[in-house]
Structure formats: C-alpha cells, structure tokens
C-alpha cells in the first residue's frame, strides 16, 4: 500500500513564505513525476509544478519565480518553497507521483494541506 502524506500547510501574511512536503511510502520500486497541484472553492484543481525523476521542472505561469520545487530521491519526497505568497495562492494544495510498485506506474494523491494568505 502506497501513501503520500503532505505537510507544512498554515496561515500567512502576503508577501510571507511556506515550505510543502510531501513524502511517499509503503511498497515503492520507483517514483517517475512528482508535482504540486492545488483547488480554491470554486475552481478545478490546477498544476502548481512539477518534477521529473531526472530534475527536469515545470511551473504554472501565475507561480514562476516564486516557487520552487524540489525533490529528494533517496527519502521518495517532494518539496514546494513557496515566496512572496499572494492571496491568490489560497487552496489546497496536494501532492501527486506516479509510483512504480508492482508491474506498471500508479498516480496517487495525498490528501492535501491548507494554505491561507491573509492579512
């Protein structure tokens, strides 16, 4: 059974920063794409970034050069450092990987972590 478990969600003030994790386990023989999405209420769930298992990044426009994504191969993690936080950039945000575990690549989803930019 593969989990992904997101952390580092909270509230913050425009203009402050936030750091995501997200850590994969359970049955894991390799881990292809990892990325950040997120949903406001209201609106589709959209790509934030994303990562290849070679490094390769790719960001939406409304985040390029505010975030940064990251990713720690040996620990099956992905990070998301988030500046210059606007209030736009409040939702849930969530964690997805394509994860090899038995014979062929799995997408899964953690279970999302709130993010608030608010005065």
């Known amino acids: 059974q593969v989990q992904l478990v997101e952390s580092g969600g909270g509230l913050v003030q425009p203009g402050g920063s936030l750091r995501l994790s997200c850590a994969a386990s359970?049955?894991?023989?390799?881990?292809?794409?990892m990325a950040w999405y997120r949903q406001s209420p209201g609106k589709q769930r959209e790509l934030v970034a994303e990562?290849?298992?070679?490094?390769?990044?790719n960001y939406a426009d409304p985040v390029k050069g505010r975030f940064t994504i990251s990713r720690d191969n040996a620990k099956n993690a992905v990070f998301l450092q988030m500046d210059s936080l606007k209030p736009e950039d409040t939702a849930v945000y969530y964690c997805?990987?394509?994860?090899?575990?038995?014979?062929?690549?799995?997408?899964?989803w953690g279970q999302g972590t709130q993010v608030t930019v608010s005065s």
């Open positions: 997805d990987a394509e994860i090899l575990s038995s014979y062929y690549y799995t997408r899964y």
């Open positions: 359970g049955s894991i023989l390799g881990i292809r794409t």
């Open positions: 990562i290849t298992m070679y490094g390769i990044t």
